[in-house]
């Protein structure tokens, strides 16, 4: 396999232990498995308990954070899609987690709350939370705490920077050769 290394392999259960690859090529497959790894916690120790897939977790969590929202705001703060939103916002809603109502100053825009049930499942994933953010940063000088921070934002904003007529830069730049 081009650009992997072997560095192992086990005949007797048939495993072959791979390096990743170096450069950014091996940064982008590290940043993809600590997204990988930090999900763990989320779907062994939540996701089937309360019936509460990532995304909604992830809104659920925003707008207890935030406070009342509007769907796109989410999508922004979350960096989940508009679509993902949509059905996530429709599972909360159904599962009476969330209400959305019109805002009466603006008839056009939706505003996401918090219920009762809502906040009760907030308070009670807000702690953990902040076990699995303490597991990851504990040891780490506040020096490299910055550092990571500073370049997470960077990273952020390059995916998130749009061209003139407003699209994706790092949708447009990625594209597969050949596309338009």
């Known amino acids: 396999m081009r650009g992997w290394t072997l560095v192992e392999a086990d ?3 048939r495993r072959l232990v791979l390096s990743e690859p170096e450069g ?3 940064t982008l497959h590290r940043l993809l498995k600590l997204n990988n790894r930090l999900l763990a916690p989320f779907s062994t120790h939540l996701a089937h308990r309360y019936a509460i897939s990532l995304n909604e977790f992830r809104l659920l ?3 207890g954070r935030l406070g009342a929202s509007a769907s796109h705001e989410l999508a922004e703060h979350t960096g989940v899609n508009a679509m993902s939103v949509s059905r996530a ?3 909360l809603e159904r599962h009476g987690r969330i209400t959305v ?3 009466p100053a603006n008839r056009r825009r939706k505003v996401l709350r918090l219920t009762g049930e809502g906040e009760r499942l907030y308070e009670v994933m807000l702690p953990h939370t902040q076990v699995v953010a303490d597991y990851l940063l ?3 000088a506040d020096e490299d705490l910055a550092t990571l921070d500073a370049i997470l934002g960077k990273l952020i904003a390059r995916l998130e920077a749009t061209d003139t007529e407003g699209r ?3 949708i447009e730049e ?3 050769a050949g596309e338009g």
């Open 11 to 13: 005949t007797d259960d």
């Open 24 to 26: 950014r090529v091996g």
């Open 61 to 63: 969590m925003a707008i």
């Open 89 to 91: 916002v429709s599972t």
């Open 101 to 103: 109502e019109t805002d």
């Open 138 to 140: 504990r040891g780490m």
């Open 168 to 170: 994706s830069q790092f």
């Open 174 to 176: 990625t594209k597969p």
